[in-house]
């Protein structure tokens, strides 16, 4: 059964913090990584990893995949306000891209 | 604007009735999804369906059923078998195939209690 654990659940940071979330995923057929940020209503897409090693970044957020590890973290730095909400990280697998969620992790950022 | 669009965004159901959620793309996406979401939980497949007149169960498909007539459209019908429906439903649609660099995009949801 594909499998993907995220950590920490929850995390109450300071403005200002620099936050590290992570996920680890087992699963069958393994195509990408992808990470979500969901407020209210639906996933907002942050990253999509399929290689090893390879950083990817947008304003204060970035991303880093190990596939021999079968890990990824998100990183978000100088963290706002805004930054809080659920954090959730999916396996995509197979030639149905079908992905599979971790729980989530909810970020709440105090002034 | 190309997106999902899912209607209702609240509906309340009383036991035993059976509802159907809406879900209509207008992205040319093949790939349409079904999920549901619960409090404090990520997101669980209930069904998928990667060309027209074809689906397969996702993981939690008990309960539930769908259709897919056309490209467009990818309707769920919550069953009175299903015991516990109160629950966030989202619908996605992407592009299947070899290429892994096409996110999913997700509808707006459909909020259903069962009164």
């Known amino acids: 059964e594909d499998k993907v654990v995220q950590s920490p659940l929850s995390l109450v940071v300071h403005e200002g913090d620099t936050v590290t979330l992570n996920c680890s995923y087992e699963?069958?057929?393994?195509?990408?990584l992808l990470w979500y940020k969901q407020e209210k209503k639906a996933p907002t897409f942050l990253f999509m990893l399929?290689?090893?090693?390879i950083e990817k970044k947008s304003g204060r957020l970035s991303s880093i995949l190990d596939k021999k590890e079968l890990f990824s973290i998100l990183n978000i730095t100088a963290t706002q306000t805004g930054d809080s909400a659920v954090y959730l990280c999916?396996?995509?697998?197979?030639?149905?891209?079908?992905?599979?969620f971790g729980t989530g992790t909810r970020l709440q950022v105090t002034l | 604007d190309g997106g999902i669009t899912q209607s209702p965004k609240y509906l309340f159901r009383k036991e035993g009735q059976n509802v159907t959620l809406s879900c209509e793309q207008n992205?040319?996406?093949?790939?349409m999804y079904w999920y549901r979401q619960d409090p404090g939980q990520g997101l669980r497949l209930i069904y998928y369906?990667?060309?027209?007149?074809?689906?397969q169960k996702g993981d939690i498909a008990e309960g539930y059923s769908v259709s897919r007539e056309k490209k467009e459209s990818f309707p769920l019908t919550v069953t009175s078998a299903q015991k516990n429906p109160t629950a966030f439903y989202l619908c996605?649609?992407?592009?299947?195939?070899?290429?892994?660099?096409?996110?999913?995009?997700f509808g707006s949801g459909t909020r259903l209690t069962v009164v």
């Open positions: 996605a649609s992407s592009i299947p195939g070899q290429n892994p660099n096409y996110g999913y995009t």
């Open positions: 699963v069958t057929n393994f195509r990408s």
């Open positions: 399929t290689s090893s090693g």
């Open positions: 999916a396996a995509r697998t197979g030639t149905a891209s079908k992905l599979t």
């Open positions: 992205l040319n996406h093949d790939a």
């Open positions: 369906s990667q060309i027209v007149n074809d689906f």
